[in-house]
């Protein structure tokens, strides 16, 4: 059971807005820690998406947002596209843990 | 172009031991911080090891005293390896560099973000 909580699933068709949320505690995203997103296309590894919360690396679509607020953080993908068909796994930090880093269960996207 | 290559995965039978090793390209190792991340079958994303610049290493509860991250400057290449392999210990297995990164303002992000991964390797625990 992963320390940072994803639905494990979510869909939309093309050019539909989905969200997938990353809900955490007191002492990971609620105590201040940043929340990274990494994108895994099918075979492939996981690739940065989002960093610090909402800041997108270069070459990453603005069709990719992100946001967070209390305990949760949350990705947006606008204007779906059926290559944006991967898994989604958020990354923090938890004060309660020995863990360097915590990941979400990842959510698996499907364009419908 | 920056890059890492993961090798040394394989089909080991319970209790045994194997080293995985990631080669790094355009970056030199020895001054990032490097880890180690799996994920099983099916299964989300697992820290397991981190070696800072300076040489001190930290575990995952689930692999403390059975894995040993290393790093050989001369080669560019970071290694962990396994001993005493379970069965739950079949994942593939990503090397991945940590850099800090910055807001507009100068602030750090915490924690440290994953920027570059290599394409894994897969090991599989079973008699």
């Known amino acids: 059971q992963s320390v940072l909580t994803q639905p494990p699933s979510v869909s939309g068709t093309p050019g539909q807005r989905v969200t997938i949320s990353c809900t955490g505690s007191?002492?990971?995203?609620?105590?201040?820690?940043?929340v990274h997103w990494y994108q895994q296309l099918p075979g492939t590894a996981p690739k940065l998406l989002i960093y610090?919360?909402?800041d997108r690396p270069s070459g990453v679509p603005d069709r990719f947002s992100g946001s967070k607020s209390g305990t949760s953080a949350s990705l947006a993908i606008t204007g779906l596209q059926a290559e944006d068909e991967a898994y989604y796994f958020c990354?923090?930090?938890?004060?309660?843990?020995?863990?360097?880093?915590?990941f979400g269960g990842g959510t698996k996207l499907t364009v419908l | 172009e920056v890059q890492l290559v993961e090798s040394g995965g394989g089909l080991i039978q319970p209790g045994g031991s194997q080293r995985l090793s990631c080669e790094a390209s355009?970056?030199?190792?020895?001054?990032?911080?490097m880890n180690w991340v799996r994920q099983a079958p099916g299964k989300g994303l697992e820290w397991v090891s981190v070696?800072?610049?300076?040489?001190?290493?930290y575990y995952a509860d689930s692999v403390k005293g059975r894995f040993t991250i290393s790093r050989d400057n001369s080669k560019n290449t970071l290694y962990l390896q396994m001993d005493s392999l379970r069965v739950e210990d079949t994942a593939v297995y990503y090397c991945?560099?940590?850099?800090?990164?910055?807001?507009?303002?100068?602030?750090?992000?915490?924690?440290?973000?994953?920027?570059?991964w290599g394409q894994g390797t897969t090991v599989t625990v079973s008699s």
């Open positions: 070696i800072y610049s300076g040489g001190t290493t």
């Open positions: 991945a560099r940590e850099g800090p990164y910055y807001d507009r303002s100068g602030h750090q992000f915490a924690p440290d973000v994953f920027d570059v």
């Open positions: 610090g919360n909402t």
């Open positions: 355009g970056f030199i190792v020895s001054n990032n911080y």
């Open positions: 007191s002492s990971s995203i609620g105590a201040g820690y940043d």
């Open positions: 990354q923090s930090y938890d004060a309660a843990l020995s863990a360097h880093v915590v």
